[in-house]
């Protein structure tokens, strides 16, 4: 489903396959193919305080402050999903999850330093599998609300 919403969308990417590990991350991702970890972008599937599904894309150095993605977005809390009910919301598997050709609408968030990035890497719909792309590929696309909820 990613591939086909990318090239429905007329987006340029380069694939890039790679041995995905269990609980390997961004960091195996990244060494796999030989880049940075900031630029690989990780998808992440969060519920709302009214189990509303909602994406988050973060660098994969950085993790996500759920306390600051509540007060940005307006809720109580937000907090990550099951990796069962993820794969429900997303129809991806965990590890393998893209923001492109989600099964369920939802709300699109990514963290703001990542548009400003040269070229970015995010997970094309299956373990093991990134694309590279622009990041204005990725905001044309997928017009996400960008927000400021990184941590180290």
Known sequence: MAIRALRQHRVEFTPHLYDWEPRGGTRASSQALGVDEHLVIKTLIFEDDRRQPLCILMHGDREVSAKNLARQLGHKSVAPCSPEIADKHSGYQVGGTSPFGLRRAMPVFAERTIAALPRLYING????FLVELAPADLLRVLQPTL??????
């Open 147 to 152: 927000v400021d909820v990184a941590t180290t």
């Open 125 to 128: 719909g299956a373990r093991g």
